[in-house]
């Protein structure tokens, strides 16, 4: 048996929001996820940085049970959100995605219109009595995701006539609708300008007032700018976990270095 | 001599020219230094040298045996005895019939009269000519045009594009082909139906109530006066049609989505090719099952709901009338047998719906209900009424089951229990047996099936209307 790896840095916090411990991935035989401890703060934002197939997306996807929806895939350990167990088969997990809201990798919107595609988790969680507080929180959430100006007079044509990195923010809005208590976001710049990507940079530094944030990125620069602390996954395995500023400027694995400097990846 | 011995001298032509021109393509370009500098890969050669080879020889084939007969009889017409050119044009195709069948020593020259010995040497002669000569024909137009392709075997000449311009021929010609055979259809259909509202008024036809062909044919009456209102037969239809979909839409849909989104593999795999060996099982069959099987248990049921509304001074129970043959009992069956259209296609495109959509609204914290309720539904909605108009179709144009269960009487009711007829029912109806071609009866038939045809018609425009507004919609 190969000795398990030690993840370096801090992964463990005090009072955490999710606790996750001991957690692998299998895709039918395949490990993707090899035993991972991390907790994740409190109104905090923790960026996930890795290359490309190293597990982002499916660590991601554990947090908020979305890995159920692929048949071939098992979680194993322990994942806590405010010390309840969410990996156990009898927890409701509609409920436990409508406290940790996720947006995708891909631009998924539905086919129906932008106002719509808003007003579809606040409709089905009776988050509004009437038309128009339904109406202002649509407006609301499109205005915190900066695509309002670019939408308002076509809110009810059909969202996939939007442009990619418009339906991304689409997707975000969506998501905030819906006012979860952590926000995982798995590359929602992947598709932005700059411009749009400050815009919603802003918007996960506003949440993190009341949110807890997960955010996958390939951006270092987004990283360093949005996340209070930084995660490296490599193959697999939780390398590094620290504050961003000292992964960044010191890390302490060899091979979390290696990254950021651009040497693998 | 048949033609399957030129057919496959005419295949092995072609094979071998497609081998003679990828030597050939290799050929001139060894010197040039490789493949590389012809204008398109020896393949391509090969394939144009085959279709030369193929083509032209074909199609003088297929002209030489379309128009052989019609050749022959022509020559052979003037070789007749004066007496015979005089002949009105029923009675001469008559003798040139005879005239064949002798030559071919199918009958004695007695039957004709021996003043037609010239004509039928003549037929002899001709069928034997066209006979030895059609092989030398085709053989050697097919190596001339295999020579001519091979000469444009040379580096410049892009085969390839010859080719993709010929496979764009071909195509199109099968495109032609289905198109010119369902206009056609529908000119002979037209033209019948035009003949028929010649003796009866198209007002009668269609707002007439009353529908009994039979009295037309009396001798003593003239043609024009049975009675051929067809409201009856498209109330009939339309209410087997009714209470089939009614059965058919609920089901086959509810199955759908219990297949494709929550059944487990080993369930599906077990029930979906059990739901469509239902779309396998022959119509006459459903239609003795509700012929002996249903429509006297709906009567059952209802003589008893009738006794015992008598019994219980229930007055419109008691009055409960079910006929042996009933509207209900051809519905039901007939919507046992369109399940599998809705079910299957309607399969097909939930299945087609992307997984990310399914995981957007997992993601916002819906229920599986909610997701394809709100979701998954609407974005397969334009395939499913495509199933269901399919159906719809499928039930309209359904014979056998109605013929069996739901009667011949043309009633004008919309009551389910009662026996009525269709569209497709009276058309059997009216051709079954021996018919002179030109009464109205007969002509009744068409002018049916041309109604038939504009109600489908209608139908599939409507339901391309309506997917295409979804489409824009939800694309
Ligand atoms: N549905 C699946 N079935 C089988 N294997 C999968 C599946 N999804 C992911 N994997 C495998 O799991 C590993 C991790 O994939 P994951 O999508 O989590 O990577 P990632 O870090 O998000 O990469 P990227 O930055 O490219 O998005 C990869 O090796 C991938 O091939
Ligand atoms: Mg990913």
Redesign the interface.
Known sequence: MTERFQTVGNPLLEDPKMRVRNASVFYADKQAIFDVDLDIGKNQVISMIGPSGCGKSTFLRCLNRMNDTIDICRVEGQLELDGQDINDRKIDVVELRARVGMVFQKPNPFPKSIYENVAYGARIHGLTDNKVQLDDLVEQCLQRCGLWKEVKDRLHEPATGLSGGQQQRLCIARAIAVNPEVILMDEPCSALDPIATATVEELIHELSQNFTICIVTHSMQQAARVSERTAYFHLGKLIEVNDTSKVFTNPEHQLTEEYITGRIG | MSLAPLALFLISATAVAYFIGYLRAFKIAKPLGGVRNLAALPTYYASMVSLWALIPGLIVLALWVALDGAVIESLVKASLPEEAKYLPADKLGLVLNQVALVAQGLGDISILGLEYQAAVERQMRLTQLSRDALPLLVGSIAIISLLIGLRSVTAAHNARYSVERLFNIALFLCSCIAILTTVGIVFSVMFESWQFFQLVPLSEFLFGTHWSPQIAIRADQAGASGSFGVLPLIVGTLLISAIALLIAVPVGLLSAIYLSEYAS?RVRNVVKPALEILAGVPTVVYGFFAALTVAPAIREVGDAARAWGAENGVVWLANLNVSSESALAAGMVMGIMIIPFVSSLSDDVINAV??????????????QS?TIK??IF??ALPGIVGGILLAASRAIGETMIVVMAAGLAANLTVNPLEAVTTVTVQIVTLLVGDQEFDSAKTLAAFALGLFLFLITLALNIVALRVVKKYR????
């Open positions: 593999a992307p997984q990310s959509l399914r995981d957007g609204s997992y993601g916002l914290g819906a229920t909610e709100k979701v609407p974005a824009e919609q939800y694309e």
